[in-house]
């Protein structure tokens, strides 16, 4: 169920959607809820840290520092962190 511009409930939205445009409201939903956002970022980080917590802090180090490195080196962490099921599933 979402509400849309007018503030009328929606529902059965997502199943007429593709994907990306379903990603898309997802991001925006998420990025308009501290509270989920909040959620996202202490289980991510959790998960970060029990897998390698030296390459964790050190990526969150560049994060906050605005390092130019810092997305690489997320997205290199995450890669391993969460791989993605569908790309091994395909290999």
């Known amino acids: 169920m979402f509400r849309g511009s007018q ?11 593709n ?5 898309r409201l997802f991001n925006c939903a998420v990025k308009d809820d501290e ?20 390459r964790a802090e050190d990526t969150v180090e560049l994060i906050v520092d605005r390092d130019a490195r810092a997305g690489s080196r997320l997205k290199a962490l995450l890669d391993e962190v969460l791989p993605d099921r569908r790309a091994q599933a395909a290999a």
């Open 7 to 17: 503030g009328e409930v929606m529902t059965g939205t997502v199943q007429s959607l």
């Open 35 to 54: 509270t989920l956002v909040d959620a996202i970022v202490e289980r991510l980080y959790r998960k970060m840290k029990e897998f390698d917590a030296k």
């Open 19 to 23: 994907e990306f445009q379903v990603y």
